[in-house]
């Protein structure tokens, strides 16, 4: 019997099973992206997110500097850390924003991250208004435990001294750029008894601590007197001062 | 190349996957071991708010993908590749989401995460495509 030639076979269409993984993959897709760009938009629920700021969703510099670290009241970094360094400091003061833009970011990241070293920002007034009002703010987002994050922003918006650049504007600005920050709440306490208070405290610490000018710098160990570091404003310079703080 | 090499790509390539994703997964709770080099876009883009997904971090959602991925490659049935076949293409456009979400909106890159999206994730599609191709073929012979 000769054999029986093939029918050509006809043309196939997709595999059904494809179709349908490509169905499930675009409306899981979509669902996703439709989802972040919903969630993220706003005040949707996703409030919870820690550390978010401004309408774009990008995270100031300042913010993300100190992103992760333990915040106390004026203090930055672990609290079972016992070496702490005292940062006298005006908002105000360009030598402060010089410290903050060249050599603070190495120390938290080589320092106060690991848990080496806490930093306590003890702010001073004495440059004019500006600094009084930056000062009355970052305090009372201390009390949020968001004062690093405020000053480093105040530090990002420093304009002339005492050219009355601390506006209304510029501190709504500041306190909007903190993720999870109660602005209305810091405005309110930024006026109180209780931040006034905390101001003379530090004025009187300073004076005890014969602070000369800003930024000056003492290092604490544990319950010791504090010394002062007298250093460059980089982090070659304090970095060799940090060490012998830890060793000692 | 063979069904059994694209296979063994595809695992591969998942491994990769999964531990990018769960480096960044780690990150993400623990910020201080983030290692970047990019100037802190890294730092910049796994602190927007776009880094979480309805209470979930996108790189969880990352690592959990590309374990499932990693199990369907070395489960070999025919469900296994149409199932990958829908992980991929969804990790592909959510892949270019955030790729688009890092240059033109938040305005920063994470290396990490572009090492995902712009090399692991196509390669995944890619061998998962092929190995899809060379199934039909066999099928039609």
Redesign the interface.
Known sequence: MPPVPKPPSAKKGPNRNVVIAIVVAAVVAVALIAGSVVLTRGGGSNDATPTTTGSDGSVAAPVALVSGIPQSGTTLGSPKTLTKMLAYEDLQCPYCKKFTDDALPAIIDEYVRPGLVKLDWRGLAFLGPDSTKALEIALAAGRQNKLWEVIGLFYEKQGTENSGWVTDQVVDDVLASVPGLDAAKVKADAKSPAVQKQIAAIQNEAKVNKVGGTPSFFIVKGVSQPYQLQVALTPEAFRPALNDALKG | MSDRGLRIGQIVVSVAGVALAAYLTYVHY???ALICTTG?GC??VQ?????????IPVAV?GLAAWTGALVLAIWDS??A???L??????AL??AV?LVV?QLF????VCTWCMINDLAITPIFVVLTLLR?RTA?ARA?D
């Open positions: 623990q910020p201080a802190g730092e910049t602190q927007s708010k776009y880094a979480v997904l309805a209470g959602l025919e469900l590749r149409t199932l076949l829908a992980i991929a293409l969804i456009a959510f989401y979400l909106v938040i305005d920063a899809l039909e039609t």
